[in-house]
């Protein structure tokens, strides 16, 4: 019954930062073990994680985008937020949140939203 969706502008110029917040219901960001993870997938390509924030509130980020990403958690409203900084337009994909456990040393993601489609452009 946990559900995740996700919310923000879809259009970002270049330069400015990209914010997205995913808003997880029926379930807690505080449930044991569990990774709370941002994702996107650009025109043609292959779905990337961008990075994560567990349940004890440690974060982590992909290397190729580390250097522009923060992820944060509001858990009084049972929410993570994405930001990405100085976006250009190789940044235009379809972002989604997702959750999950560690399985055999890898997430094992049992809860996904729709995706949200973000466009970088002046």
């Known amino acids: 019954q946990v559900q995740l969706q996700e919310s923000g502008p879809g259009l970002v110029k270049p330069s400015e930062t990209l914010s997205l917040t995913c808003t997880v219901s029926g379930g807690s960001l505080l449930n044991n073990d569990y990774y709370w993870s941002w994702f996107r997938r650009p025109p043609g390509e292959e779905e990337l994680l961008i990075g994560y924030i567990t349940y004890m509130g440690n974060t982590a980020y992909s290397s190729s985008l580390k250097s522009r990403t923060s992820i944060s958690r509001d858990t009084s409203k049972n929410q993570f937020t994405l930001q990405l900084s100085s976006v250009t337009p190789e940044d235009t994909a379809v972002y989604r949140c997702?959750?999950?456990?560690?399985?055999?040393?890898?997430?094992?993601?049992?809860?996904w939203g729709q995706g949200t489609q973000v466009t970088v452009s002046s």
């Open positions: 997702a959750g999950g456990k560690i399985v055999r040393g890898q997430i094992k993601y049992d809860y």
